[in-house]
């Protein structure tokens, strides 16, 4: 069985956006063992060189006149991770502040790594300006239309709710596939960065004890303006109930993350021997409007508990029994 | 004062010497490193005690050329195969004749691959131009049939590409379960080989990075200026390859520069790429601290910036109406590679450090924001003769180019661009309009602005009777005229050349003419540019050229 693939997250945005401050937020934050790589095309960092060391590599990678030197570069910075001693639990990139994160993205597919989240962070207090420069305007928007987590950051700066408001809205309209988050001080609540936790528990720390009250049904709060809710899963799920679950989430999704038993054909109800032995583990996972389906391989002795799927949702958007509604669409 | 030091005097055909006040000589003087005097033989005799070198007799004598825009990659390169487009010499003198068919180019690899010894070897090579053959594609089937098992790279010559074989692609892990947009796939959708942007390319991993290695070597070094010198070249730069804070790479260049055999002198700019600090002004510092410790041969003291990409590639910025006809799918301008509102600031640093910023422009809104930014940091920090230049410049527009002028800026145009892709230029890129003005020697002449011009080698071959070729005729590769109003004159082209490359790397008090005190760096030439056709310009023979007073013949070299 081959090492599981190591999550990438994409951390754009323009410059002074707050890509440096979000990471450092995650490193700080992230029970995760984080390699950063920061794509730096020689930037000035606001804040001095400030991402902190505390237990991840740091390594810079720029560009030049002739665009193989990055290639050799990332290729470089990837082979140093990988010799080091530990190897990291997640690589997060920041791209730089003129990057197409997609074209950042698009590193997430090397063998070995899985494209997990694109974060794109705007500036609430200058994103307007920029989507409107004569210079940056094309980039702006290019970079916004790229997220799948668009965090909308700096919400101290603006006046009142209402402007909030009415900017995410606008955002919204330009990042056409991406859920919405409003932050300050890019303190956007970890699970909703890096996927539930709950979830990530069942797929890649199954040796630790599910949390305490991981699996109680309705809503936990997810610090101020989001809530999860996991639910436990004691049989396959049919393919199709699956495929519409991922079809029907709306951008009230922050994040979802499941590992699952997806049985062929209907029948959830009245599962048999033969049906549980047919049906094929995935670990599925949406971001924005990115979903994805992954074959996991699983071992067979382990209990059936760890069978569950998490969400995270904007506060309030969602009832609380949503997600159990869509996966027993019969009862 | 008598004569310096036993002095020697070089009569020659002419000596063509660049200097408006005294423009030709009989002969010319060298003591030791340094011109003692250009005239007649008769009134260089008269200095004192001499000999008389009749070697360069039949030869014309001009300042050495200087190329204020290449890469030490140029040499590093040649340690993998050549098969591009274009005939192109290599530092041991030989000629590689271009591939010009798919055919041409595979013939070239097997040959490569069998003359390979070693056979768990990667095969490298480079220069692959598939925009001449168009409606072909060079995959890794065909590379397979040719070469077999031995795994392979081919890089393009737009280095944006590579094409690998099965062997390389087994290697690297690449089949059909390959999730990554710059694996490219075949009309059967299985990887056909094509490696698309850093993207892809850094899935061949070993392969590319050997490449890149090679970059960082002496050899590398060795090369690049025994190819300059075979050209005629007495100073090459290096802009923005050489990573100056790896001492490895720092010592290479102290090491080749200091051994007196060493045929060029070179200017190695301090840049922030390639994994530098991000603080520009400890670059700034290091670049000080560096120029203080410089040599004769190898100097500091510029810094390279880059704010986009390349028009051939469509990254690079221009203003509406953008590009002409752009792939399909394109987002219709081309990309920063640093954001132009920081350009001052960025600027700032290295510019009060004294230092003269050289930033990469293509687009004309790339020129825009570099001269927007320069003017703003000459409002904060007003300073005489900086000479920062446009690097590459080649849609900069005539109010640009006046506002250059005003500010003190330079320009170092891309001539060769004209021959290599010109008639892209026309018919795809930018169009007919915008293409007969693109690296506008014209312009930049009659606005009042000091310009050389470049090759970018490697990005097109090394040798500036070529580039200065191209600025006084303006012949695409397809034989026809591109913008003749853009054209300049012979003597304007050898001044560009040779004393305003000079001035934009603030060496023109050393070197760039033929002049008493300056340094004794020649290019000796078999025929006179000045009298022969225009076209026939790039055809003159180099025998060589003589640095800091040794002659350094052109020859098959030992590396
Ligand atoms: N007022 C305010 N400042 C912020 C916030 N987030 C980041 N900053 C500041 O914005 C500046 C740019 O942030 P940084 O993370 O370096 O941006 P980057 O260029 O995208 O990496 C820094 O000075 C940060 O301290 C925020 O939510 N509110
Ligand atoms: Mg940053
Ligand atoms: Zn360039
Ligand atoms: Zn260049």
């Known amino acids: 069985m081959s090492p599981p693939r190591l999550p990438v997250t994409v951390v754009g945005g323009y410059l002074g956006a707050g890509k440096t401050t979000l990471v450092n937020h995650v490193l700080r934050s992230s029970e995760e063992r984080i390699a950063v790589i920061v794509n730096d095309f020689g930037e000035i960092s606001i804040d001095e060189d400030l991402i902190v060391a505390a237990d991840s590599d740091k390594l810079t990678l720029a560009n030049g006149c002739i665009c193989c030197t990055l290639a050799d570069g990332f290729a470089a910075a990837l082979m140093q991770i990988r010799s080091a001693g530990t190897l990291p639990q997640r690589l997060l990139i920041e791209a730089s502040g003129v990057a197409d994160p997609a074209q950042i993205a698009a590193y997430g597919h ?41 965090v909308v950051n700096k919400i101290d700066l603006l006046e009142d709710a209402d402007k909030a408001d009415e900017l995410c809205d606008w955002l919204a309209g330009l990042a056409a596939d991406a859920t919405v988050v409003r932050a300050s001080r890019a303190a956007v609540p970890i699970d909703v960065l890096l996927g539930p936790r709950s979830a990530s528990d069942a797929a890649n720390a199954r040796e630790r004890p599910a949390r305490e009250g991981a699996a109680a049904p309705g809503w936990h709060a997810v610090e101020d303006l989001f809530e999860s809710q996991t639910v436990v899963l004691d049989a396959p799920v049919p393919m199709p109930v699956i495929e519409a679950l991922l079809a029907s989430l709306s951008d009230a999704v922050a994040r979802l993350k499941g590992l699952v038993q997806a049985a062929p054909a209907a029948g959830a109800s009245d599962t048999t021997a033969r049906e549980a032995a047919d049906a094929t583990a995935y670990l599925i996972e949406a971001v924005g409007k990115r979903t994805s389906m992954t074959p996991h391989a699983t071992d067979p002795t382990q209990p059936p508990s760890r069978w569950a799927i998490s969400l995270i949702a904007r506060k309030g958007a969602l009832p609380p029994d949503w997600l159990a509604a869509r996966l027993h669409p019969d009862c | 004062m008598g004569t310096p030091q036993p002095f020697v005097i070089y009569p020659a055909r002419r000596v063509i010497t660049i200097n408006p006040a005294f423009p030709f000589g009989e002969a010319v003087a060298v003591a030791g490193d340094r011109i003692l005097g250009v005239g007649s033989t008769d009134e260089l005799a008269s200095w004192g005690e001499h000999r008389i070198d009749d070697c360069f007799a039949d030869h014309v004598i001009m300042p050495g050329f200087i190329e204020a825009h290449c890469h030490v990659m140029s040499g590093g390169l040649w340690n993998s195969t050549y098969v591009g487009y274009f005939d192109r010499r290599d530092p041991q003198g030989l000629l590689w004749p271009g591939c010009t068919s798919i055919d041409d180019v595979l013939e070239r690899l097997a040959k490569a691959a069998a003359d390979m010894t070693d056979d768990s070897q990667t095969l490298l090579a480079w220069g692959l131009d598939p925009i001449y053959f168009p409606g072909e594609r060079l995959v890794a089937r065909h590379l397979d049939t040719v070469i077999g098992d031995r795994p392979t790279l081919v890089l393009h010559a737009s280095g944006h590409l590579a094409t690998i074989n099965s062997a390389l692609m087994d290697r690297c892990g690449i089949d059909e379960t390959a999730t990554s947009p710059g694996v490219a796939r075949g ?6 080989g094509e490696l698309h942007e850093p993207a892809g390319m850094m899935l061949a991993g070993e392969a590319f990075a050997d490449m890149m290695k090679a970059n960082r070597s002496e050899q590398a070094r060795w090369r690049y200026a025994n190819e300059a010198r075979n050209a005629g070249h007495t100073l090459l730069t290096d802009l923005g390859t050489t990573q ?11 090491k080749v520069t200091s051994d007196p055999t060493y045929p060029a002198r070179v200017m190695v700019a301090m840049s922030n790429l390639f994994g530098a600090t991000a603080d520009p002004a400890e670059l700034a510092e290091l670049c000080v601290q ?14 390279k910036l880059i704010l986009d990409g390349s028009i051939q590639g469509f990254t690079a910025r221009i203003s509406w109406p953008h590009y002409y006809k752009p792939p399909p799918g394109h987002i219709g301008n081309g990309m920063w590679l640093t954001a132009p509102d920081q350009m001052a600031d960025l600027v700032e640093p290295y510019h009060r450090a004294g230092l003269t910023v050289h930033c990469h422009c293509n687009g004309d809104e790339a020129t825009e924001a570099f001269v927007e930014a320069v003017e703003q940091v000459l409002e904060r920090y007003p300073r005489w003769d900086h000479r920062h230049t446009v690097q590459h410049c080649q849609l900069t527009t005539p109010d640009q180019y006046r506002r250059m002028a005003a500010l003190g800026m330079c320009a170092n145009i891309f001539s060769n661009h004209i021959y290599y892709w010109g008639d892209q230029h026309r018919d795809v890129t930018v169009g007919p309009e915008r293409a007969a003005r693109m690296d506008a020697c014209g312009t930049a002449l009659a606005s009042g602005v000091s310009f050389s011009i470049h090759s970018d080698s490697p990005i097109t071959p090394l040798g500036h009777l070529h580039t200065a070729w191209c600025a006084v005729n303006r012949v695409t590769a397809s034989g026809q005229v591109l913008g003749p109003d853009e054209r300049i004159g012979v003597p304007d082209a050898l001044r560009a050349i040779t004393i305003e490359a000079a001035r934009q790397i603030k060496m023109d008090a050393e070197i760039g003419s033929i002049e008493a005190g300056k340094l004794a760096d020649f290019a000796v ?3 006179d540019p000045l009298s ?8 003159i023979g180099v025998w060589g050229t003589v640095l800091g007073g040794v002659l350094q013949p052109a020859q098959i070299s030992k590396l």
Do not use: C, H, Y
């Open chain 1, 110 to 150: 090397t063998p070995g790594l899985r494209l997990d989240a694109v974060v794109v962070m705007a500036d609430a207090e200058q994103v307007r300006r920029q989507a409107n420069d004569r210079w940056v305007a094309d980039t702006v928007r290019m970079q916004l239309a790229a997220a799948d987590l668009l």
């Open chain 2, 187 to 192: 009309g059967d959708g299985l990887p056909n």
């Open chain 2, 244 to 254: 100056l804070w790896d001492p490895e790479q720092l010592g290479n260049w102290k």
């Open chain 2, 290 to 303: 560096l120029k203080s410790e410089q040599t004769d041969k190898l100097r500091f003291g510029i810094v």
């Open chain 2, 525 to 527: 030439l078999e025929d």
């Open chain 2, 532 to 539: 022969v056709d225009p076209m026939a310009l790039r055809d």
